[in-house]
Every structure is written in structure tokens, then in C-alpha cells.
């Protein structure tokens, strides 16, 4: 591995993530829920703190940076489209961007949906992706601000990333997903192994962040919606995937 990852909890399911470059010792932090859980991660460490990447203008997302801030003076970077309403950035980054985090490209990914204007980091060198609320484990972010044709056109860009990224979403939203996903797909073994694994660990208090992408094509109803298997399980056999996906997600909505 390039990079070294630390899944951090934050306020009641949110996770933020320490990654350091190990050939430079360059740490960035994705994502600020609140600056305590963190700041003790650095120290149990022994890491100062380079960079913070943004992925979208939540609180639940920011809300600790400025006490980050103050202590290390790292550089701040976030989504240009975003930079109106997100904290000071000090690199506003487009689609397609690349950023380093001392050795390692970080790639910007658009996945607007849940808020117009949020953003994934795709390390393709860890072979890792930082999402937050757009594909998430076993599910997807509300969709607050975009249309559901736009959260399908981000979640297929994550879905055409290599088959064994890995996938570090920003909740731990991973059980009640997995309860509505069986609803969608009663039949679906992966989803039912899926699930056997995830009720275990959260019996246990581990995280079910990270997953992989391997196992969210096969399981998560939100990257399915354009399979013949979920169309008829969904009994919409002639309707278009984004048709499947709107339907999946208003469902969730409800659920
Ligand atoms: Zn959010
Ligand atoms: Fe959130």
C-alpha cells in the first residue's frame, strides 16, 4: 500500500479518514466532522496534518475544521463549483483535477447528487476512493440537491473504477441499509452473505467501512438498477436505469 489509512468515528455514524503518503509522510485528512476524534488520531499517531480534502458543504462534514485549522495550518482543498459555500479553500479543484498528497495523485471525481458540487478522491495508486455521501456502503446519499439522473450518472463514474477499489464512504449507514436492500433483492445471495457479515460486525462494534467495489456491484441496489435481475425485481422490465434507480431510491426514502 502507497497510502496508510485510519478510519476515525466521529459524532454519532460519521467517519473521517487519515491517509499518510508512506514514501513522503505527507498526512491528509478527508473530510472534518468534529476536530477531537481527530486531532487525538494525530497524536496517537504521531502525524501533523498537511492537508484536509473536502467532499461536500454538509456540517456533519466541516464542522471541525476550524479548530484543525488553527493548530496545523494545513492546506485546505475542495470543489471550486463549491467554493461559495464551503470553509476557505486554499486549492478550489474541478472534475478531473489531480492533487498530492506527497507521492500520491489524488484524482477529483464529480459525484453530484446528494449536493450539487460534491466531490470523491480516487487514489488510483492505493487503489482507493474517499466518497462520503454519494456511494455508500450498501447504499447512496439522499438527493438533497441533484436529480436522480445526476446521482446515477456519479454513481456509474465510481462503478467504472477498477474492480477492487476500495470504497471509504463517510457513514456508518451500513445495518438499515442492508435491511432495505433485502427488501429490493430477497433472492440475492451476495446480498444475504453480505448481510450475515455486516450484523456481525456491528454486533461486534466494528466498522462495515470500507467495502469494496466488487462487493457493492454485487450487492448495493443503487449500483444495480440497470440489471436485467433488479428490473425484474423491481417489476419495471421495460423501464430505462435511471427510471430503476429513481424508483429504488424513492422507495428508501420511504422506508
Ligand atoms: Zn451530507
Ligand atoms: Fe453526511
Request: net charge negative; glycine share 6%.
Amino acid at each position: 500500500m502507497t497510502l496508510e489509512i485510519v478510519t476515525i468515528p466521529c459524532l454519532a455514524d460519521n467517519y473521517a479518514f487519515l491517509l499518510r503518503d508512506q514514501a513522503t509522510g505527507k498526512v491528509a485528512l478527508v473530510d472534518a466532522p468534529e476536530s477531537y476524534p481527530i486531532q487525538k488520531a494525530l497524536q496517537d499517531k504521531g502525524w501533523k496534518l498537511d492537508i484536509v480534502l473536502l467532499t461536500h458543504h454538509h456540517g456533519d462534514h466541516i464542522d471541525g475544521l476550524p479548530e484543525l485549522v488553527a493548530e496545523y495550518h494545513p492546506q485546505v482543498i475542495g470543489a471550486k463549483a463549491d467554493a461559495n459555500r464551503l470553509p476557505p479553500l486554499d486549492l478550489a479543484l474541478n472534475e478531473g483535477d489531480t492533487f498530492m498528497v506527497g507521492e500520491s495523485v489524488g484524482h477529483i471525481i464529480d459525484v453530484s447528487g446528494h449536493t450539487i458540487g460534491h466531490i470523491a478522491f480516487h487514489f488510483p495508486s492505493a487503489n482507493t476512493v474517499f466518497t462520503a455521501d454519494s456511494l455508500m456502503a450498501l447504499g447512496c446519499g439522499r438527493l438533497f440537491e441533484g436529480t436522480p439522473e445526476m446521482m446515477w450518472a456519479s454513481l456509474s463514474k465510481l462503478a467504472a473504477l477498477p474492480a477492487d477499489t476500495i470504497v471509504y464512504s463517510g457513514h456508518e449507514y451500513t445495518a438499515s441499509n442492508a435491511k432495505f436492500a433485502l427488501t429490493i433483492e430477497p433472492e440475492n445471495t451476495a446480498l444475504q452473505t453480505r448481510v450475515a457479515d455486516i450484523t456481525a460486525k456491528r454486533a461486534a462494534g466494528i466498522p462495515t467501512v470500507p467495502s469494496t467495489l466488487t462487493e457493492e456491484r454485487a450487492t448495493n441496489p443503487f449500483l444495480r438498477a440497470h440489471l436485467p435481475e433488479m428490473k425484474t425485481a423491481m417489476r419495471m422490465e421495460g423501464a430505462t436505469d435511471v427510471e430503476v434507480f429513481t424508483a429504488i431510491r424513492k422507495q428508501k426514502d420511504n422506508f
